[in-house]
């Protein structure tokens, strides 16, 4: 595991910091009580995740979101254009370290300041720092947990149905109005996601080294499987992927063998949305 992802963080701050971020983001963001964080996206009008990222409220009027996957400072130019006459300010801070820290409880969030931060993630704590250098000590916990982390090349290409959202507590149904909220709605009733997470192990040793965030397998002519992040550890490669549905029918014994003859795909398990 030698790639150390940093800290891409946005701060929200001001008297209608909570308003526009209830409007713009999936997740219920004022039941959201200071010194906690949620699982939260912003979709485009496709219900696209454009962004996904934990979402803590610091103070009455503060909101940091922890990046999983892409740019602050993209986000914010792209946040600018839906501000309109609120009164908020959107920083993109410098990246900072992650590295993991002790048990802390799910959701919990305490900060020495706003920009150094220890998020609870139960067996551990996901730590935010301008100080330490950073390790990768917690992915593997979060990709056994199906949290995923959304290489550049996958953002504003899939639903939140198949990345398990829902699930997260990431996206809600009836909290009224929000980019993408009509398609949400309408796949959670009517169905419709023919795409789905899943933890699998790549079994082939020759080529599964070459494997890394943002690679897309082909299983016969037409049927993907996009790897969202890759771990390569002692007891083998794990990856969480998004595979459209036909993808399963082709396993063997449990394998999947993709199209190169040579790169095998063993599922270890499977969300629904």
């Not at 999936?26 to 912003?42: D, E, I, M, P, Y």
């Not at 995740?49 to 503060?62: E, P």
């Not at 504003?156 to 993408?180: M, Q, T």
């Not at 192990?201 to 499987?225: F, M, R, Y």
Request: glycine share 8%.
């Amino acid at each position: 595991m030698t790639k150390l992802y940093l800290a891409e963080i946005v701060l929200i701050e001001g008297p209608d910091a909570i308003a526009f971020a209830q409007a713009q983001f999936s997740s219920n963001v004022t039941a959201l009580a200071v010194g906690r964080w949620q699982f939260s996206a912003w979709l485009d009008p496709k219900g696209r995740v454009k962004a996904f990222f934990h979402l803590a409220r610091l103070s009455d009027d503060g909101l940091l979101l922890l990046l999983r996957g892409g740019y602050a400072a993209e986000l914010v130019e792209a946040l600018k254009r839906f501000i309109f006459r609120s009164k908020l300010t959107l920083t993109a801070l410098a990246p900072r370290s992650l590295s993991a820290g002790s048990a802390l409880p799910l959701h919990e969030a305490l900060q020495s300041d706003r920009e150094n931060l220890l998020l609870g993630c139960d067996t551990h704590s996901l730590r935010i720092s301008t100080e330490s250098i950073g390790d990768n000590a917690w992915r593997l916990a979060q990709l056994r947990n199906g949290w995923p982390w959304l290489p550049p090349s996958l953002l504003n290409e899939l639903v939140g149905p198949a990345l398990s959202l829902h699930r997260l507590h990431a996206v809600e149904i009836d909290k009224g109005c929000y980019p993408g909220q009509e398609i949400v709605a309408r796949l959670h009733y009517r169905g419709g996601n023919k795409k789905h997470l899943h933890r699998i192990e790549i079994t082939s040793p020759e080529h599964s080294a070459a494997c890394i965030a943002g690679d897309i397998l082909l299983v016969g002519a037409n049927e993907k499987i996009w790897l969202l992040d890759v771990i390569h550890h002692d007891a083998g490669v794990e990856a969480l992927a998004v595979m459209n549905d036909g993808v399963l029918p082709a396993a063997v014994d449990g394998t999947i063998e993709c199209s190169d003859d040579r790169t095998r795909v063993r599922v270890l398990e499977t969300w629904s949305a």
